[in-house]
DNA sequence: GACCTCACG
DNA sequence: GACGTACGTGAGGTCG
């Protein structure tokens, strides 16, 4: 139902600049100025107050001018051309208000080529056919065109000035113009503007304007009638310039029907978070209306129970962050159109050009992008309007005929211009599969948003984000699947030989899909506070990442081979001597036969585990065992580590290796850990042996293309030079400043000694805090009793109290939220923070204590990453590649005799992460280290 | 597919 | 005092 639904519009761009004369050049707490800030947020806070008053608003955005130049410069190229330009000290507060607004959790709306007025006049259209109240919040007289009494049955639009808390309505503008809001347009053409460079007519001031509307009833009447104009004056001026009063007209004409760049019933309030508020102001400075936030004393004049601001109340009310509501979608697969001619494709790259977006799907006959081949393109353009253009699909079997399509190179070609404009945004699910398939054709696809990076920096932690998944949560959708299509296992086919019709039905209803998805995630990016975190962190990594995988890494197949051979002979002894320490065979890799041979034939003593009532054969296990002097053990420990290098390593490797490339071409997951993480698979190339020398020797296949080095960079204890400027702790963030030994400066502080034992235990417990510590599990770590572990923990927050304090207010706000936030802004959700069930609770209070640390960390190295590329390119060194990236390291190819000019670069990059966005109190140090291969460049 | 084990940061 | 025995991953094995 419409009725009830009051919108407001914020006219943003015009705020700041009244603000920003009316107050005193204040200064926030970082010393920059914030005074049109700090009258813009006083104006939000004043409406949000307004919230839960009667005729308040029910949905809410401001609107702000995107770019400069419009189609008002097309039209007449003097337009706003002599405004001078903002001063120096407002300019940097431009991008607060849209900081400001997203702590208000209120949608910030602006459109490239539009002006502020002209989208505000688009969604008064909209709102008014809708049914919708609309107040436009601005003084601006340009608008005042599209106030409306509603007398005509429809809705009602006025405008509100905060600042003298005047609502304009019909009568308002006759009383100032003298006419109603439909001639406003007239006036204004005659009178001209000179502030935005508007003409008009020379000598005609508001008064005069309005009188000759008045008398002759409309502008093109008053030119009409020039020559009968008394005044010689005045009749020569309007005869001279009547086509600039023309021009003028046309110029203060207000857009109103182009497409609205958020759907109305997205601009709902559902009330303000006060999370993001209280981070806001905290940051900023404005402690007044912080305190009314927090609950503290009402600023002066207020009432705490009295006013209707509500957002105190609500930070009550702040649950933790659940899974969307469904919101229904009507998907209609017969809408979808198969592209197989060429009228049809440029049609579809038309509208994707006028809308300026469009949702992107790849259809290939392979999961592995680096190899795969092109079957066909899907487009989406709008829900239900989407298409496929089949290009590389084959017969179902040999006998039968290719069908009817566009060759490839043709529609590559026709798209290449399209997903390479920078006015298009190209909306892809995981994008990274795509963009790499374009990349491989030679088009560099650009900008881009990815829907499950999106879903994945607002939701980590409550769910997957596949595109299954998400269709199923937010639209209650059950996609095609793709086993309907292609079968499984041994019959399944590929997708280039799925019939057309089928094909369509599947590829365009992905495109569909991810374009409503964009839709619904996208307003909530801005309003949830996680832009910084998409934009400069992870969804930079679509393209950086995508040219990492196609590289790939070259692996030595022969030295591979060798090893494996070294294992399995090895492997067997070992198999002989456990059979004959077993008095017979058994399946050693059998966790269960293993324990009943170890505690049942051999009779040891040891712990039953787990639900199950299995024997544990772990390595403590095994270990303890071992220590006891038994052989068996021992020689079951060898041939597990040789037996799992073996399957998982050098045999494994060997077959990932891509025959045309002939390198391993990993793939890197962007969503796939909660805390920010990457992860890889495919061969996880994140977890190959460094810890044992023999598992070392692996790292030795990895090598160099000849004429190169392999560079290893890496970043010396982040997580806890992390710690140490999170939890503010004076004498480790001293200790990092100083270049110390931290785990013997904490051994220090701790037992009074850095002896080896000391340091080793000290090294352990920095591990522990990061990980969520509980006395009972260090005590287990360090082999002693519960409460000498408790008083080391004891003793640790003594010595650091900012370790305490930073665990409980993370927990207070996992709590209260749902959900931790890195240093730059990332979310972790933890559904289980307030579980009934301790063990589970506990868990994620673990998992949350660590979530910042570890997500910040991952944060300043995907930072680093997204500027490499560029950073190398700008010192002259195109031939050094990025290859991987193992959290806290990243992995180079060097062309031999760069490598100092390389390793320079790779550390500035890599030690400025955290800048301009922050600054740490602890220096961030890169060891970098080269050589013919992995194993050597550490 | 669940479970165990183990490779990495 | 119970809870469970550190955070985050991916992969290969056995077993049902």
New binding site residues.
């Given amino acids: 139902m419409a009725d009830g639904n009051h919108l407001y519009l914020v006219d943003g761009s015009s705020y700041i600049f009244r603000a920003y004369h009316r107050l005193p050049p204040l200064t926030n707490r970082h010393g920059q100025p914030a005074g049109a800030v700090y009258g813009y947020t006083a104006m939000l806070w004043k409406l949000a107050d307004s919230l839960h008053k009667a005729d308040g608003p029910t949905h809410m955005a401001v609107i702000l001018d995107a770019s400069e130049h419009t189609f008002r410069n097309e039209m007449y190229d003097q337009y706003k051309a002599q405004r001078p330009p903002p001063p120096e000290d407002l300019v940097p507060q431009f991008p607060l208000i849209r900081t400001a607004t997203r702590a208000f959790s209120i949608p910030c709306i602006e459109e490239k080529g539009l002006e502020a007025d002209d989208i505000i006049a688009c969604y008064v259209t909209a709102a008014k056919a809708a049914g919708w109240k609309v107040t436009i919040v601005s003084s601006d007289k340009d608008l005042m065109q599209l106030i409306d009494d509603g007398a005509e049955g429809g809705p009602a639009v006025d405008m509100l000035d905060t600042m003298n808390d005047r609502r304009m309505d019909r009568a308002y503008v006759e009383a100032k113009f003298g006419v109603g809001p439909e001639l406003v347009g007239d006036v204004l053409a005659l009178m001209g503007d000179s502030v935005d460079n508007v003409p008009g007519v020379p000598g005609i001031g508001p008064k005069t304007a309005s009188k000759l509307i008045i008398e002759h009833g409309s502008l093109e009447a008053v030119l009409a009638s020039a020559e009968s104009i008394k005044q010689p004056k005045l009749r020569q001026n309007l005869i001279d310039h009547a086509d600039n009063a023309r021009l003028s007209r046309k110029l203060v004409e207000l857009v109103c029907d182009a497409n609205l760049p958020e759907p109305l019933e997205d601009l709902a309030l559902k009330g303000i978070p006060p999370e993001p508020l209280k981070a806001f102001l905290e940051d900023q400075g404005f402690k007044t209306m912080l305190s009314r936030l927090t609950g503290g004393a009402p600023a002066a004049g207020r009432s705490s129970s009295g006013g209707g601001l509500d957002l105190a109340a609500a930070s009550i009310a702040t649950k933790p962050a659940a899974p969307p509501e469904p919101k229904a979608i009507t998907v209609d697969r017969s809408k979808y159109e198969t592209v197989t001619d060429e009228v049809a494709l440029d049609r579809w790259i038309d509208d994707a050009r006028t809308l300026g977006l469009v949702a992107v799907d790849t259809e290939t006959d392979c999961i592995d992008c680096v190899i795969a081949r092109l079957a066909g393109i899907s487009l989406a353009v709008a829900p239900n309007r989407a298409c496929y253009i089949p290009v590389g699909h084959s017969g179902a079997d040999l006998l039968s005929e290719a069908p009817d399509q566009l060759p490839m190179a043709l529609v590559l070609e026709k798209l290449k211009p399209l997903f390479e404009d920078p006015a298009v945004l190209k909306i892809g699910h995981n994008f990274k599969y795509d963009w790499v398939m374009f990349d491989k054709a030679g088009i560099d696809v650009a900008p881009v948003d990815d829907t499950m990076i999106m879903s994945f920096d607002l939701e980590a932690g409550l769910h997957g984000h596949g595109m299954d998944e998400l269709a199923k949560l937010h639209f209650d959708h059950e996609c095609i699947p793709f086993k309907q299509l292609c079968g499984t296992g041994k019959s399944q086919i590929t997708f280039d030989k799925v019939p057309l019709e089928d094909a369509t039905e599947y590829a365009a209803e992905d495109a569909d899909i991810t374009l409503r998805l964009w839709q619904r995630l996208k307003p909530r990016i801005a309003s949830e506070t996680v832009t910084r975190v998409y934009e400069r962190v992870d969804r930079p990594l679509v393209a950086t990442i995508g040219r990492m995988e196609r590289r790939g890494i070259k692996v030595d197949r022969d030295y591979l081979a060798g090893l494996s051979k070294d294992f399995s002979e090895e492997i067997a002894r070992l198999e002989e001597r456990i059979y004959m320490a077993a008095c017979g065979p058994f ?1 050693i ?5 293993l324990g009943e041979v170890l505690y049942g034939r051999l009779g040891l003593k040891g712990g039953r ?2 639900k ?1 009532g ?1 024997y ?4 403590n296990e ?1 270990e303890r065992l071992a220590g006891e002097g038994v052989e068996c053990a021992r020689l079951v ?1 060898d041939w ?2 040789l037996t ?1 290098l073996k ?2 390593y050098t045999d ?1 490797l060997q077959a990932q290796i891509n025959p045309e490339t002939r390198r391993v071409h990993t793939s890197f ?1 962007l969503s ?4 920010g ?1 990457l ?6 190339l ?7 020398e023999v ?1 070392r020797k692996i790292r030795d296949a990895f090598v160099a293309e000849p004429g190169n080095v392999l560079m290893s960079a890496d970043y010396s204890q982040i997580e806890l030079r992390l710690a140490a400027h999170m939890a503010d702790v004076p004498q480790l963030k001293q200790a990092f400043r100083d270049g110390a030994d931290i785990h013997s400066m904490t051994a220090e502080e701790l037992f009074g000694s850095s002896d080896r034992d000391n340091r080793n235990k000290a090294k ?1 417990v920095n ?2 805090i990061l ?4 006395s ?6 360090l082999g002693i009793g519960r409460d000498e572990g408790k008083a080391i923990i004891d003793r640790y927050f003594e010595r650091f109290p900012g370790i305490r304090l930073y665990i409980e207010q993370t927990l207070q706000f996992a709590r209260e939220n749902g959900f931790t936030r890195t240093l730059f802004g990332r979310k972790t959700h933890f559904p289980n923070i307030r579980a009934s069930n ?2 589970f609770r ?2 994620a209070e ?2 949350a204590v ?2 910042p640390i ?1 997500g910040t960390s991952a944060d300043l190295i995907k930072r680093a990453m997204a500027r490499m590329d560029g950073a190398l390119a700008a010192a002259d060194l195109d031939g050094v590649k990025m290859l991987l990236q ?4 990243l992995v180079f190819e060097v062309p031999e005799g760069r490598e100092e000019e390389a390793a320079k670069v790779v550390r500035d990059v890599m030690g400025s992460a955290a800048e301009p966005s922050l600054k740490l109190d602890v220096p961030l140090d890169v060891e970098v280290g080269w050589g013919e291969h992995w194993g050597a460049a550490h």
Avoid: C, M
């Fill in positions: 399946t890799g059998s966790p269960q036969q585990k787990g199950s299995q544990s054969t772990d390595v095994l420990l597990r580590q799992k399957n998982t494994a997951s796939g850990a909660q805390t993480r992860s890889s698979n495919e061969p996880n994140q977890n190959i042996p460094i810890r044992t598992g352990t591990f522990a990980y969520g510590i509980s009972w599990g260090l005590a287990g770590r301790p063990s506990a868990g673990r998992a660590n979530a570890q193992v959290h806290d390291e």
